[in-house]
């Protein structure tokens, strides 16, 4: 079985595993130093994938016109 994704579907299932992902290490070990350099690593990433999408969007817009 072949699954197909959407353009930024993969992007999208891959932030949310790492969010899960630092749930879980924060129920486990609670507030440590590490975890939160973690999440300020998880946060750049989503930030990075966020301002990609939206200069594709712009782009798009932009030649549409």
């Known amino acids: 079985m072949v699954l197909k994704i959407k353009k930024g579907e ?9 969010k899960d992902l630092l ?3 924060y129920q486990k070990y609670g507030c440590t130093q ?11 990433i ?4 966020q301002r990609e999408r ?9 030649n549409n016109i």
Do not use: C, H, P
């Not at 992007?11 to 949310?16: E, G």
């Not at 989503?46 to 994938?49: A, L, S």
């Open 10 to 18: 993969y992007d999208k299932m891959f932030t949310n595993e790492l």
């Open 23 to 25: 749930a879980g290490l």
């Open 34 to 44: 590490e975890v939160l350099q973690l999440s300020n690593i998880i946060d750049e």
């Open 46 to 49: 989503i930030v990075k994938e």
């Open 54 to 62: 939206l200069k594709e969007y712009y782009k798009s817009r932009k």
